[in-house]
């Protein structure tokens, strides 16, 4: 400590550095020398360093982590200042080629030209149907998801589903399973997940989350989730336990690769940073974290023209086939 009693640049530095120690879950599985990296960084700090240097040191450590659900906010100032550790989601390729809006607007414009109905929007709900295809669209995997109700009572005759998630960035893995549950042709495994044990290198036993029918029916016709590098976290658990049906298949870009759960820590000097502390499992114990889960039909999520190449790509696999499998991770 200082003399003033207020926590020195040295001591948050360490204290930032040690709860990752005692908890963060993914150093093995993202190849990270800790101990190492805390060499490197700690001689950038000093007594005299002040909080804009250290913020920004403690930014490039946690950079080196390259996580999604670590990021590091100040809000002590007038203004907040945040760092995340792989710059998402600037750094992901769909947010870097369109900005939201305009990806949006081409994607409702191939809905358009490809027979489907104006949109109608329910909270983090968006849908339209054609003659035979529904096409959801998810922002979030929270409770403002009810609206997928009304979707379905509307989209329950069609021969298939498009559920877009590709600028989806999670949310929480209860409400991914009421989402997920109305796609269930019975119960299974969705997905598993272990905790790190605070200050070991030990994990609890895996967790298993199950997915089951919810609601009043299920639609168990053929789908097709559309995935991007942008689609994270509960999202991703969501491809994971969607993909143990028979009758989905994914299409698009590879997701994320932040699997885990993102826990908030404040530091002494007010500073909140967030880690992850779990690692999740397929229900066939494969882990994507750090790597991201590869679709069934790899493409890129691109325009030519004003056209979605992989939407268009969506529509033409459920028209002309039917999906009676899928490759489970």
Known sequence: MNVNGQASSIDVFEELWSEFEQQYAGFEIRGIDWDKLY?????????????????????ELLQELQDSHVNLIDKTGSQVN?????????????LREYSEYDFYNIVDGTLYSNGFAPLKKRQVIEYSKSDSIGYIRISKMSENSKGLNQALDELRDTKGIILDIRLNPGGNDQYLYQIAGRFADKKRIGHYK?????????????????????????????????TSDFTASAAEIFVLAMKELPYVRTIGGVTNGATSHMKPIKLSNGWVVTLSNQIAYSAKMK????????????????????????????????NKAQITSSKNP
Do not use: M
Not at 43 to 59: A, G, K, T
Not at 82 to 94: G, K, L, V
Not at 294 to 303: T, W
């Open 39 to 59: 060499d490197t960084y700690r001689l950038q700090i000093n007594e005299h360093s002040d909080p804009e240097n250290l913020f920004e040191v403690c930014c």
């Open 194 to 226: 272990k905790d790190r044990i605070k200050g070991t290198n030990n994990f609890s036993k895996a967790k298993a989350w199950h997915l089951k029918p919810n609601g009043k029916y299920q639609y168990n016709k053929p789908i097709l989730i559309l």
């Open 82 to 94: 945040r760092c995340n550790s792989n710059d998402f989601p600037n750094s992901t390729s769909i």
């Open 287 to 318: 882990n994507y974290e750090g790597k991201g889960i590869e679709p069934d039909i790899v493409l890129k999520n691109n325009v030519e023209g004003d056209t979605d190449v992989v939407l268009v790509r969506a529509i033409n696999e459920l």
